[in-house]
């Protein structure tokens, strides 16, 4: 006779499929924050679910993969979004291309204070360089 595997549903794995679907439904009406937070607390709740057995119930099962899908898709997205930002012609000439010219001036700004100081001794650096290397290592 074959044997049977009988599934409780604990509250864990309830937790976790009810975070799943809820995480599923926030993704597609576009609620990211709480859709990847809802999809977080699915796959946690999935993982606690099973205990010291080796299989999870099935309402587990299903949570841990709809918190996967809703966290991996929050995740793409943001990436996407990330990508499209900052390869955007104007995000990089009317945002971006202000601010590297002003570091690039004041970076002009500072080496050209450093040769106008008379002070300014590089003498360690001329040392290390007009010695003999051989010098160095013994």
Do not use: C, W
Not at 9 to 23: C, R, T, Y
Not at 61 to 83: E, H, K, R
Not at 117 to 133: K, M, T, V
Request: charged share 15%; no cysteine.
């Amino acid at each position: 006779m074959p044997e049977y595997t009988i599934h409780t549903n604990n509250g864990f794995s309830n937790a976790a499929l009810i975070f799943g679907v809820i995480s599923v439904l926030t993704l597609i009406s576009l609620r990211l924050p709480l859709s990847l937070t809802t999809g977080a607390f699915a796959i946690i709740f999935a993982s606690l679910s099973h205990g010291r057995s080796e299989k999870s119930p099935p309402a587990a099962f299903i949570g841990l993969i709809t918190g996967s899908i809703s966290v991996a898709s929050n995740v793409i997205f943001v990436i996407v979004v990330l990508f499209l930002f900052f390869n955007n012609t104007d995000f990089r000439n009317n945002v971006a291309k202000p601010y590297i010219q002003e570091f690039q001036k004041q970076y002009q700004e500072m080496l050209d204070s450093y040769n106008e100081d008379e002070n300014y001794n590089d003498s360690y650096n001329s040392d290390f360089f007009n010695n003999d290397s051989s010098q160095i290592f013994y």
